[in-house]
């Protein structure tokens, strides 16, 4: 029978892990560093070379490398088919002759330093691959992810997620024409695994387009929040094997399942859902690449392998930069895009391993490279952020037009709730073509949404992760039009505490709503029915014969003594929520003109309750 050292077993490296990122990160953050280097160096600190705090870093990548697959989703999750299209000149041509110019030149240089010709052209290719995971960690604490030179950046890495699939084919064929055996057999299992390939994208697509909005449709209908994250992780994790399975990398399955969600009314919600894992998984990644760098081996051959890492990161800033410029680029653009690639790539990692199953490479060139791979990307955020010094103290004005922004991540305003009052409110506002992202949780409001032509995505936007994942970070205003009073000062409570520079425009259920909402200091805030009313009042002034003129003085004097009052009410005894009768009662309705004559019933039941209320008033 198992016991509860048993079960507990697994605690201490998952609270070596957690320490080193709680210590190393914060460390390096105060010293003006990327957190990824923070991730790297902790996990050369608990590694088998540092404290041997962890014994096996391959067991902590099997599962890290879920970190990379979460944050391709991410990524995917924020583009749209659409704007995919619009990279394809990137994609294809700069991604192309990235990897093969890359390839060539690191490859030539092995070549010619003693390495054979097949061992060169595996790492070679390894070298010039990039880390995905560093180059997009870079760009989202850089905030240029959708910059020109951002989307270029993301258009290489994209291309070279495609290509694995055929690095990895390409292989057996360099083994099989080094000991002369023939390539027929090699080109019809090429085939089939193409094809297999190509079948399970086109499922893919197909099962996205058509099953995964109404699939989140009837678990967000149900109102298990815990069940939408779950669904969340199955779509992401699941495209991810299949992918795998069929040769393509979990990466591009990830990215595939963003892509086809991109559109769909829940994005947000899971784009927020999904974040606390890939930080997490994100940052045991860059600690299993840490962990994988040999000190002894590198203490062995540091001028080598420190002439090799400076040789190597040199050589793809000067390609990668120029390819960019030949693309339109700035030169500024081409450096910050080259800088960001130059690390070599996760998929080192897998590559090297496979040409030493394969015979290409022999064990000593095989641990060697690993460790180069790994040191390119220990040193690249430390060189991306030196040229980032550099280059800040030089401003030019860009060569090329703005990509288009992501939707919704832009937004100028954030509206929360779309009832009524939501829709009537964005009907004002689409009309001065803004910008407007739209969240709500009532399954029913987003389909009545969408016959009006109106973008509204799931959310609930009490939760902090999903107003950040809304754009309440870049908003101007924050618009919250719910219905529920406890919500609504949350939200505010949030926003505030989360998003200073944002306003906060609040819709109130009545008046002690509106109380506690100016006492939080929103920067405004009507009750629901308040100015419908005094609308319906001057209309009515109107049809007894005052002119319009006269009706809106007095409309207008109206508005003007009960703000006065709102004011002096605020500045009373505050008010206890969870005491709403005593809060009734002090907020209780009260003539703002004194009545001409007396109350009085029309029967004697109506009589009384005047009667007691009288007495209740002077007692």
């Keep these: 029978m198992a016991t509860a050292a048993d079960h507990a077993s697994f605690l201490p490296p998952v609270l070596t ?25 902790a996990g050369v600190v608990i590694g088998p070379s540092g404290l041997s705090l962890i014994t096996e870093p391959e067991t902590a990548r099997s ?6 697959v979460l944050l391709l989703f991410i990524v995917g999750l924020e583009l749209e088919i659409s704007r995919l299209i619009s990279l394809r000149r990137d994609i294809l041509g700069l991604g192309t002759l990235q990897l093969g110019l890359c390839a060539l030149a690191l490859g030539g240089l092995g070549f010619l330093s003693g390495l054979s010709g097949g061992a060169a052209t595996v790492i070679g290719i390894a070298l010039a691959l990039s880390a995905t995971a560093v180059a997009l960690q870079l760009l989202e604490e850089r905030r240029d992810l959708a910059s020109p030179y951002g989307q270029r950046a993301f258009a290489v890495l994209l291309f070279q997620d495609l ?12 083994a099989q024409t080094g000991t002369g055996e023939g390539g027929e057999a090699w080109l019809g299992t090429a085939l089939q695994s193409a094809g297999t390939a190509v079948a399970a994208v086109i499922g893919v697509v197909l099962v996205g387009r058509y099953g995964l909005n109404p699939f ?11 069940v939408m994250t779950a669904a969340a992780l199955l779509v992401v994790l699941g495209t991810a094997l299949l992918m795998e399975e069929v040769g393509l990398s979990m990466a591009m399955g990830a990215f595939l399942a963003g892509l086809l969600l991109a559109e769909s ?7 927020a859902d999904i974040e606390p894992f890939r930080g997490m998984l994100l940052g045991l990644f860059f600690m299993s690449v840490g962990m994988s760098i040999d000190l002894g081996l590198v203490a062995q051959n540091w001028l080598g392998l420190s002439v090799a890492t400076v040789g190597a990161i040199l050589i793809k ?3 990668v930069a120029g390819l960019f410029r030949l693309f339109g680029s700035s ?19 897998v590559l090297l391993p496979v040409g030493q199953e394969l015979g290409l490479v022999d064990g000593p060139a095989g641990r060697l490279a690993i460790a180069l791979a790994a040191i390119t990307m220990l040193i690249g955020p430390i060189g991306a952020k030196v040229l980032d010094g550099v280059l800040a103290r030089r401003t030019t004005a860009p060569l090329e037009p703005e990509h288009e922004v992501i939707e919704g991540a832009e937004a100028r305003v954030l509206v929360i709730g779309f009832g009524r009052f939501g829709h009537i409110l964005n009907q004002v506002l689409l009309a001065q073509g803004l910008s407007v992202t739209v969240i709500d949780k009532d399954v029913e409001q987003i389909r009545s949404a969408a016959r009006f032509g109106f973008r509204v995505y799931y959310g609930d936007g009490t939760r902090l992760d999903v107003l950040r994942a809304s754009g309440a970070g870049k908003a101007e205003v924050v618009c919250i039009c719910i219905d529920d009073p406890e919500a609504t000062l949350k939200i505010v409570d949030l926003v505030h505490a989360e998003f200073p520079a944002a306003r906060t425009y609040v819709r109130v259920f009545d008046r002690v709503q509106a109380i506690e909402a100016m006492g939080r200091d929103v920067d405004y805030q009507i009750r629901e029915t308040f100015e419908s009313a005094l609308a319906f009042g001057r209309a009515t002034l109107e049809a007894l014969g005052l002119s319009p003129e006269e009706a809106a003085r007095t409309v207008d004097d109206v508005r003007k003594r009960d703000l006065a009052r709102l004011v002096l009410q605020q500045a009373g005894e505050p008010l206890d929520r969870g005491d709403p009768l005593r809060s009734l009662v002090r907020i209780k309705p009260e003539p703002l003109t004194a009545p001409l004559h ?10 009384d309750i005047i009667a007691r209320e009288r007495a209740g008033a002077d007692g």
Aim: proline residues 4%; hydrophobic residues 55%; negative net charge.
């Design 598 to 607: 007396a109350s009085h019933g029309l029967n004697p039941e109506t009589e």
């Design 163 to 174: 290509s694995i699939v055929g690095i990895l084919a390409f292989l057996p064929l360099i």
């Design 317 to 319: 800033v000067a390609l």
């Design 265 to 271: 009314n829940f994005r947000h919600q899971l784009e």
């Design 216 to 226: 989140f449709r009837l678990l967000a209908a149900s109102g298990a929040r815990e």
């Design 63 to 68: 599962v890290s490398e879920l970190g990379v």
């Design 331 to 349: 030169w500024l653009d081409g450096l910050r895009g080259a800088a960001v690639l130059a690390p070599a790539g996760e998929f080192a990692f």
């Design 17 to 41: 892990f957690l320490s080193a990122a709680v210590i190393g990160v914060p460390i390096f953050r105060l010293l003006g560093q990327s957190a990824v280097l923070g991730y790297l160096v």
